[in-house]
């Protein structure tokens, strides 16, 4: 999670504002930052400024800016998947503003420039902020890739503009790993090689937001001969999200999910989400057995073009573990480093960027105890003052004289239910209709390329009927959008209806009376 709250004379602005996924506890909820240290101390962001697309840097706004109401200043490809978490929480996205890489924008005392930096995803922006006498430069994540495959290289030149600043605050994410963090260029042409060795059908899983590797793996299976598939929901809305900006032009045509059955294995390359085990991602699901449109075979290939991330090793083994049964060979950064690349500058990145900008003091920032300290060696070696390695709630303040902790603010877990249920709208709870109860389904939905995905929370009432298991049955009614083939909504109810009585028939003791509304939920565009 990133959230990090600046302070001027009273005045606040808060810069990114993410979220993780507690895979350790069930169901796999959401864990997003806690807003009480700030509610008591009265502070309140007078802006919020995204740094990039990222869900560990975009994922808990929806959740957490109505206590704010406050502007928020993001790229196009940020603000295009904010508007679209709004549209799910049923929030106006009027408060999201669009601002194009290099642009500046106030929030007094405060002047907010966004400089681009080369990540893992397009539109990665550092912010330079001018605030009274001092100078501060928020990296964001980042890395040096001289061949990026989507947007321009960093110009050196923009950030030795800077120098020197007061303060940086910088990422430590890959600070203990000597030499450069590897080009997306380098990544592409070895996924090119691998392809073309490959026989039968292949799945390579990445993370979603990685549109440059979305390309690389397009452009690799259209030089190799074969016809490229995505798998997930994440897939699919971030790849429409990019195309409607551009970024995805080269992409070669897509086939839809149901249509793979009709090609020879070795015509088929399948993009898919679930590097890091997730339960309910598509790649989980073909390991399982449970996917509609495929099976893995034998002589099948996975490549995890994604580095595993801390936290996740174990459901990962047990991915592979499944695929390994299936008899399919697995590419993973074990066997294969030059699949991947991280996002995160190495220490020679490191070294470059900071003889650029020449800050004073460093506060080092992302990553575990010992990437900060390794962050901190490379500061001192560069005659850079890094005297803290601040954990989650500490208050930290620069003044004349250099950077101190002022205070220590512990930071307790913040589980959101990623399932809320809400009141069917207009229903009268006092009027039972049925004897064994009523069941009362809205269900907002919008068209994708390969299907129907579902926009917004479930709107269920089962109040007067026997209990249910609401996280299975959401997660059985997401798999049945994603299998259904329906041109309209009419279609598509027509074909839910009696699938929806089958399973409440299965699961529930008393079967209740049926009330489903299909609703047409627009996703905003880019």
């Known amino acids: 999670m990133n959230l990090t709250l600046y302070g001027y004379n009273d005045h606040w602005i808060a810069v990114d504002c993410g979220m993780m996924i507690r895979q350790d506890l069930p169901n796999s909820p959401l864990q997003v930052p806690n807003l009480e240290t700030a509610d008591a101390l009265d502070i309140t962001p007078q802006a919020l400024f995204i740094t990039h697309g990222h869900e560990d840097h975009i994922g808990a706004v929806a959740w957490l800016w109505p206590k704010w109401n406050c502007p928020i200043y993001a790229t196009p490809l940020a603000a295009g998947l904010l508007r679209l978490k709004f549209a799910e929480h049923q929030l106006s996205s009027a408060a999201i503003k669009v601002i194009e890489l290099g642009e500046a924008r106030e929030s007094a005392p405060f002047t907010v420039r966004y400089l681009p930096l080369t990540h ?63 080009s997306e260029g380098d990544v592409a042409r070895a996924l090119a090689k691998t392809l ?130 299936l008899g399919v060979s697995i590419f993973d950064e074990a066997n294969h480093p030059e699949l991947h690349a991280t996002g995160h500058p190495a220490q020679e990145e490191l070294n470059k960027f900071y003889q650029w ?103 269920l009432d089962s109040s007067s009927a026997s209990p249910l298991d609401e996280d ?6 997401d798999d049945q959008l994603e299998e259904i083939e329906a041109e309209t909504l009419a279609d598509l109810r027509f074909a839910l209806q009696p699938r929806l009585i089958h399973w409440l028939t299965e699961h529930m003791q008393h079967m209740p009376e049926v009330h489903l509304q299909i609703m047409a939920a627009e996703a905003p565009t880019a």
């Not at 321009?152 to 430590?172: C, K």
């Not at 690799?220 to 970024?247: D, K, N, P, W």
Request: glycine share 8%.
């Open 196 to 325: 073309s060795q490959c026989k039968g059908r292949v799945v390579v899983s990445c993370f979603a937001s990685n549109l440059a590797r979305v390309l690389a793996i397009g452009q690799a299976a259209q030089q190799c001969g074969r016809r490229i598939s995505l798998m997930g929901r994440s897939m699919e809305r971030m790849v429409s999200i990019a195309r409607g900006l551009g970024y995805l032009d080269d992409l070669p045509a897509l086939v839809p999910p149901h249509d793979l059955g009709y090609l020879p294995p070795d015509e088929v390359v399948i993009i898919a989400t679930g590097s890091q085990g997730e339960p309910r991602a598509a790649l989980q699901r073909l390991a399982q057995g449970r996917h509609p449109f495929i099976e893995l075979e034998p002589g099948d290939n996975v490549i995890f073009s994604a580095k595993v991330i801390p936290g996740n090793e174990r459901p990962i083994e047990q991915l592979k573990k499944r695929l390994t049964q």
């Open 472 to 477: 299975s049955f959401s997660e059985w009614l």
């Open 357 to 459: 900008v020449r800050p004073k003091h460093l506060i080092p920032v992302h990553g575990e105890a010992r990437h900060q300290q390794a962050h901190q060696e490379i500061a001192q070696a560069l005659n850079i003052n890094a005297p803290l390695a601040p954990v989650n709630g500490d208050m930290l303040v620069l003044d004349g004289q250099g950077l101190t902790c002022e205070a220590r603010y512990p930071q307790p877990p913040c589980i959101i239910n990623q399932n809320n249920v809400v009141a069917h709208p207009g229903l009268d709870n006092t009027k039972a209709t049925a004897r064994r109860g009523s069941l009362y389904l809205a269900l907002p939905v919008t068209a994708s390329e390969t299907g129907w995905w579902r926009i917004g929370r479930l709107m």
């Open 120 to 182: 893992s995803i397009p539109e990665s922006c550092a912010l330079m902020m001018l605030i009274g006498e001092y100078r501060v430069l928020h990296t964001g994540d980042w890395k040096l890739d001289p061949e990026p495959m989507i947007g321009a290289p960093i110009n050196a030149s923009h950030f030795q503009a800077l120098a020197p600043v007061d303060l940086l605050v910088g990422d430590s994410t890959n600070a203990p790993m000597p030499g450069h963090s590897g």
